[in-house]
């Protein structure tokens, strides 16, 4: 009766600190029902440690009635032991959450603010609110900001660059502001300031410059612009997301595309020659390429040439799609002068080892794409084609210059010459690139430090003036020339970059904002990115502190560190917990001692998904403590070749599954371990599995139990345990080999899924 009573005062202390419990009531009550959160913690901590106290004495005398009297417990009891293990969870999960928000100042949570927010409205009795630069609809009752009324008085105005955020906040009238041309914004800049302020020819030069800001800014909104269709094509399922060399990108549905191209094949508007992928190794016939073509895709074929006569005039082609053809023969010299109206052009993954000479005669070129060419050497003059607005060079590993006339392309907004033979950059190529967005250079590009003064390559000061950049990869070659610009301050502006710090190719990186040091001396005032979402550590032996280098780098998703011999500790106490950490990857760490080292915060690693750890010789278990109660996200582990490992996961009560508390993974779906002979345990209490699929085990043959209740073997639909179809794989030695806590045994049928056997220590080969 007073466990009973005990879990009647949990249930009441946990509604006072959830608040779901009173939505239903108005935004003025809800206040009040989450005040004084520190002592409805403190009371449920008490709690709860009584009701395990109790567990524990209801355990060991259990324990004691088996082995006296061979009783085994009633099924109530059992029921009473699992709802205990249950609320203790949910317990610990509440006061991880409660601490957590509480730590901040003022402890606010959505609701709370809300809640005050609203009753300082209703004691003005009329407003007007300006909402600036919004992005999304939302709910103003949520915010807890008064729906205006011509009751009320109130006015509320939205600026915004989407339509559909007005149409989603429900406006009762849309305004279009136009943005400002550049002599617009110089005008009006001009008008502000007055004419006796710009008399200095200095100050007028730099006023320019703040005025063009204005052009700057524009671009970057056609650019979100750019990137809000995209995702309105994706959420209408006309495009859908891709992955093409880790980079992110979107594709067209077969069935969408075939519809497309029907439809420009019935409109008498659009004659276009499509004949991507169909095994061409001739070129279509003459008779195919009327006047008024307007797009020609021949891409994903094996042509050998593209005209073997001269080529038909086609004035009206806007686009040309050859890339993936092995193109042995070059293009014939006079190719082009049939295409004045060309504005893309693709010859990627193509074997032409030159562009004939009528190509620098495209004075409507917008996009050229020559990536991946493997003979090509070099490119004609692009000194005409001023429009060009992409240059892509990446992989053409013979290109050892840009090509003559770069430097007057004034509209190029994308220059990609990664993994050429091009090493530098003619001096004032990006002061006359005013438009340029991405410079994507790396392993290409070496910056020399110092340069001497009557230097014509590009420095490392010129990128940091280049106010236009959103996108940036280069290679920082000396570690004095990634620390002067890191602490420039230029890359607040960039929406993505990729900086590798030290001799040796990038590596593969899937994240937008990434930073790799590669074999260098780590300073102690070493500075990243606070922006940074991936980062590598490879061959820096004196890495001794990491968290001391990622104390500001709160965004961080993915992390790798390879071959740093110094490293202890991953995360440690009054530094980085990194909280958003998705992805971490461990290799050949001979010091590493515990993942987390001493008191862990409530938030340490509670965004972890996935964790690799691999030749870690002096590491004994992966997670401890309270640190396994806040793994909820963790979806695959994989631990290999970490010979003092000897068990995955550690309960800091001791090694007793008695006092080890149970604990959830809920989104776990792969665990493999490898060659770790000491492995006895994955841990000695149990786990409940929501989603798990494969459990692989490979010479791990010490390791004799599994943490699975007996519900969880089944694989209960009511409760969601363990998801159907749980696969473990692992040598009949080894299976036959494992010991069981419950009387009945595991066993796998042939289609995978798991079943009991009634006999005790019954055992079943797979």
Not at 240 to 265: G, P, Q, Y
Request: some cysteine.
């Amino acid at each position: 009766m007073a466990a009973i009573n005990i879990v009647g005062a949990i249930t009441s202390v946990m509604s006072c600190l959830c608040a779901q419990n009173c939505l239903h009531e108005s935004l003025g009550h809800q206040i009040r029902h989450l005040r004084r959160p520190k002592r409805n913690s403190d009371k449920l901590k008490s709690l709860k440690e009584e009701l395990e106290a109790r567990k524990v004495d209801v355990s060991t005398k259990l324990n004691q009635m088996w082995l006296q009297k061979g009783m085994n417990p009633k099924r109530t009891v059992e029921l009473w032991l699992k709802n205990v293990d249950k609320i203790a969870s949910e317990v610990n999960t509440l006061i991880m959450n409660t601490e957590q928000e509480s730590g901040s100042p003022g402890f606010q949570d959505e609701t709370t603010r809300a809640a005050a927010l609203f009753e300082a409205f209703k004691r003005r009795s009329r407003f007007a609110l300006i909402l600036d630069d919004l992005w999304e609809p939302f709910s103003l009752e949520r915010v807890g900001i008064p729906i205006p009324t011509i009751e009320n008085g109130c006015k509320l105005l939205i600026t915004t660059r989407r339509l559909s955020v007005c149409r989603g906040m429900e406006t009762d009238q849309d305004v279009k502001v136009k943005v400002l041309t550049e002599n617009e914004a110089w005008n009006l800049f001009r008008d502000k300031v007055g004419e006796a302020a710009l008399a200095s020819p200095d100050i007028q030069q730099i006023a320019k410059l703040v005025a063009k800001e204005c052009t700057v800014d524009r671009i970057s909104a056609s650019r979100q612009k750019g990137n809000f269709i995209l995702n309105e094509l994706k959420y209408a399922c006309l495009l859908e997301s891709a992955a093409e060399n880790v980079k992110e990108c979107v594709k067209m549905h077969d069935l969408i595309r075939d519809m497309a191209i029907t439809i420009m094949r019935t409109d008498p508007n659009w004659h276009c020659i499509v004949k991507a992928g169909s095994g061409l190794t001739k070129p279509p016939h003459i008779d195919e390429w009327v006047e008024d073509v307007q797009r020609v895709s021949l891409m994903k074929n094996d042509l050998k040439n593209i005209f073997l006569g001269n080529p038909p005039p086609c004035p009206g082609v806007t686009s040309l799609l050859l890339q993936y053809n092995s193109f042995p023969q070059n293009l014939p010299y006079d190719f082009f002068d049939s295409m004045p109206s060309l504005k893309v052009l693709d010859v990627s993954y193509t074997g032409i080892d030159s562009l004939p000479g009528s190509f620098s005669n495209l004075v409507n070129l917008c996009a050229l794409l020559v990536s991946n060419c493997w003979n090509l050497r070099a490119i004609p003059s692009l000194a005409k084609l001023i429009k060009l607005m992409a240059l892509d060079l990446p992989c053409s590993r013979n290109i050892k210059e840009l090509p003559q006339g770069t430097e007057q392309l004034g509209n190029l907004r994308r220059l990609n010459i990664s993994n050429t033979m091009i090493k530098t950059l003619p001096s004032g190529l990006l002061s006359a690139l005013t438009l340029l967005e991405e410079l994507l250079a790396s392993n290409a590009l070496v910056f020399q430090i110092p340069l001497p003064p009557t230097s014509c390559e590009i420095s490392i000061d010129e990128i940091i003036s280049s106010s236009s950049l959103s996108s940036l990869e280069v290679d920082f070659w000396y570690f004095d020339l990634y620390d002067l610009y890191t602490r420039s301050g230029h890359w607040v502006q960039l929406d993505k970059f990729k900086f590798n710090v030290g001799p040796g190719e990038l590596q593969q990186v899937s994240e937008k904002r990434s930073v790799e040091f590669l074999g260098i001396s780590i300073a102690k005032g070493l500075l990243i990115p606070t922006n940074t979402t991936e980062l590598k550590f490879i061959d820096c032996h004196d890495v001794t502190e990491l968290t001391t280098c990622l104390m500001h780098v709160e965004k961080l998703k993915k992390c790798t560190i390879v071959c740093c011999y110094s490293v202890e500790y991953i995360v440690e106490p009054g530094r980085n917990d990194l909280s958003m950490l998705e992805t971490l990857v461990l290799r050949f760490l001979i010091n590493l001692q515990m993942i987390c080292r001493e008191v862990v915060t409530p938030s340490t690693l509670m965004s972890l998904k996935i964790i690799n750890v691999e030749f870690c010789p002096n590491l004994k278990n992966l997670f401890s403590g309270n640190l396994l109660l806040q793994l909820l996200d963790l979806e695959e582990i994989r631990v290999s070749h970490c010979n003092s490992m000897e068990d995955l996961m550690r309960w800091e009560g001791g090694s007793n599954n008695i006092y080890a508390a149970k604990i959830l993974l809920p989104k776990l779906q792969k665990l493999r371990l490898e060659s770790m002979p000491k492995l006895k345990e994955i841990y000695s209490g149990f786990i409940s599995f929501g989603s798990l699929c494969s459990v692989h085990v490979i010479s791990c043959d010490a390791l004799k139990r599994l943490p699975f209740e007996l519900d969880d073997a089944v694989g209960l639909q009511q409760q969601q345990l363990v998801a159907p179809g749980l696969e473990i794989r692992g040598t009949k030695y080894w299976w036959e080999s494992l010991e069981w806590d419950e009387p009945a045994g595991c066993c796998q049928t042939n289609d995978g899924s798991l079943f009991l056997r009634a006999a005790n220590g019954v055992r079943s080969s797979w």
